[in-house]
């Protein structure tokens, strides 16, 4: 089931959101605080996915601020 996720960005202090596959046991996340833990608990997300639940920083929020 898609869930759309809301995060502040490191980067900018924007609110974004993205759609990701996740369960509602998923979203509580509060365990996870670096990519390791992500990775392990997250495995069917990309780099980038897993990235914006760390940081809040978009793909192209990210392009943007180079």
């Not at 509580?28 to 605080?33: G, N, S």
């Not at 997300?45 to 990210?62: P, V």
């Amino acid at each position: 089931m898609l869930h759309k996720i809301y995060r502040k960005s490191k980067l900018t202090g924007n609110i974004n959101s993205m759609e990701l596959p996740l369960s509602n046991f998923q979203i509580d996340m509060r365990q996870c605080k670096t990519d390791d833990d992500l990775r392990n608990e997250f495995q069917f997300l990309n780099f980038s996915e897993r990235q914006f639940l760390l940081t809040g920083i978009t793909i192209k929020e990210q392009q943007e601020n180079k």
